[in-house]
T-cell receptor, first 116, second 117 residues
Framework: DTGVSQDPRHKITKRGQNVTFRCDPI?????LYWYRQTLGQGPEFLTY????????KSRLLSDRFSAERPKGSFSTLEIQRTEQGDSAMYLC??????????????FGSGTRLTVV | AQKITQTQPGMFVQEKEAVTLDCTYD???????LFWYKQPSSGEMIFLIY??????QNATEGRYSLNFQKARKSANLVISASQLGDSAMYFC??????????????FGTGTRLTIIP
């Protein structure tokens, strides 16, 4: 078990370009979360998956954002037509929900996006 | 809705001293969990300690302990014998205890702790 992996660690993109981030959760975890953290703030919830189903999206997730988790394994977060306001750290977390108990809530190292 | 308040934007503490980081919360959920995370400059969120709302005893993990006062809705983090490596941002967070719903975390704004040699 190598923990939650995120790729890339850093991404610099020009305004208007599309970007995609990847998150590989802990293998036995069935829940996966995406958060966004802007400078000087705590992380804010974006969306979450239970296995492959995307069950909730925050109002922060505009229609330029899309997330997938095919086959309930890794997840991707895509931002289309990036704006300077999208510059932030994007964090992924995973947890296991089983038999009425929740276990773990482990974060990855994040992807730092800079839109220039 | 859940809310976390951390009123200390920054703290400076002498090495080897104990430090208390404040956290108060507000929620209407009957069952919830409280977390503390450490975020060094590299950006990763490192789990420190967890307290369930129905846990009878305060949580402890090595040098970390959580001073949980349910009636006051506070969940302060105590770090004993601080070390230079403790310098980082510290976030308090909570989640509803829901096995069938979204267990998203709500975070405070954080406290930047600096340990002075």
């Amino acid at each position: 078990d190598t923990g939650v992996s995120q790729d890339p660690r850093h991404k610099i993109t020009k305004r208007g370009q599309n970007v995609t981030f990847r998150c590989d959760p802990i293998s036995e975890h069935n829940r996966l979360y995406w958060y966004r953290q802007t400078l000087g703030q705590g992380p804010e919830f974006l969306t979450y998956f239970q296995n492959e189903a995307q069950l909730e999206k925050s109002r922060l997730l505009s229609d330029r954002f899309s997330a997938e988790r095919p086959k309930g394994s890794f997840s991707t977060l895509e931002i289309q037509r990036t704006e300077q306001g999208d510059s932030a750290m994007y964090l992924c977390a995973s947890s296991l929900s089983y038999a009425g108990q929740s276990y773990g809530y482990t974060f990855g190292s994040g992807t730092r996006l800079t839109v220039v | 809705a859940q809310k976390i308040t951390q009123t200390q934007p920054g703290m400076f503490v002498q090495e080897k001293e104990a430090v208390t980081l404040d956290c108060t919360y507000d929620t209407s959920d009957p069952s919830y969990g409280l977390f503390w995370y450490k975020q060094p400059s590299s950006g990763e969120m490192i789990f420190l300690i967890y307290q369930g709302s129905y846990d009878q005893q305060n949580a402890t993990e090595g040098r970390y302990s959580l001073n949980f006062q349910k009636a006051r809705k506070s969940a302060n983090l105590v770090i004993s014998a601080s070390q230079l490596g403790d310098s980082a941002m510290y976030f308090c967070a909570m989640r509803p205890q829901s096995n069938f719903g979204n267990e998203k975390l709500t975070f405070g704004t954080g406290t930047r702790l600096t340990i002075i040699p």
